[in-house]
T-cell receptor, first 116, second 117 residues
Framework: AQSVTQLGSHVSVSEGALVLLRCNYSSSVPPYLFWYVQYPNQGLQLLLKYTSAATLVKGINGFEAEFKKSETSFHLTKPSAHMSDAAEYFCAVTLPRIQGAQKLVFGQGTRLTINP | NAGVTQTPKFQVLKTGQSMTLQCAQD?????MSWYRQDPGMGLRLIHYSVGAGITDQGEVPNGYNVSRSTTEDFPLRLLSAAPSQTSVYFC????????????????FGAGSRLTVL
């Protein structure tokens, strides 16, 4: 079964600093990977996804993530944090094939705080 | 285009009561699902459906019931509420175009916050 682990339940950075949110996955076959963001009192919305094309994936709001098979990682980065980036971020994994594609498995989430 | 609509947004129940969380989508998505969100545990899949008349269990199905009589609606029923079911519930849907591809993105509702006393 596939799974993801997000390292760090809380991350705090200064405005303008680099944002790095860590995600490691476990999967028996090459997976599809996603990052979602949740702003306070809202549902989740997609930031970016990896579906076996380019390993460096660019998403909305200046975020990007790199799929590294050798490290089983899919870390999320943004060069310069903005106050509006404060939110909870979730990494998720699913399998490409029919049966496995029905279950999107989420990590525990990382709450990002931006200090002025 | 409303997307995924969940009702109610907030609900307080007493232990043993039953209720139904409603979910409707207007995007003609075949796949619909229910997740619960608890602090430190991320989102966990309760039940999902790949089309009308077809449902299956996720990670944490106990205490919940679902049915899918139409493409648009996917209600979640709590048969006898327990304090352990206090949570935020999210409904999400996606197209299954491309042969049930896992690459298709989930669209989430705004959530339903349930408290069981």
């Amino acid at each position: 079964a596939q799974s993801v682990t997000q390292l760090g339940s809380h991350v705090s950075v200064s405005e303008g600093a680099l944002v790095l949110l860590r995600c490691n996955y476990s999967s028996s076959v090459p997976p599809y990977l996603f990052w979602y963001v949740q702003y306070p009192n809202q549902g989740l919305q997609l930031l970016l996804k990896y579906t076996s094309a380019a390993t460096l994936v660019k998403g909305i709001n200046g975020f990007e993530a790199e799929f590294k098979k050798s490290e089983t990682s899919f870390h999320l980065t943004k060069p310069s944090a903005h106050m509006s980036d404060a939110a909870e971020y979730f990494c998720a994994v699913t399998l490409p094939r029919i049966q496995g594609a029905q279950k999107l498995v989420f990590g525990q989430g990382t709450r990002l705080t931006i200090n002025p | 285009n409303a997307g995924v609509t969940q009702t109610p947004k907030f609900q307080v129940l007493k232990t043993g009561q039953s209720m139904t969380l409603q979910c409707a989508q207007d995007m003609n998505h075949e796949y619909m699902s229910w997740y619960r969100q608890d602090p430190g545990m991320g989102l966990r899949l309760i039940h999902y459906s790949v089309g009308a008349g077809i449902t299956d269990q996720g990670e944490v199905p106990n205490g919940y019931n679902v049915s899918r009589s139409t493409t648009e609606d996917f209600p979640l029923r709590l048969l006898s509420a327990a304090p352990s079911q206090t949570s935020v519930y999210f409904c999400a849907s996606r197209s299954t175009g491309g042969g049930f591809s896992g690459a298709n993105v989930l669209t989430f509702g705004a959530g339903s916050r349930l408290t069981v006393l």
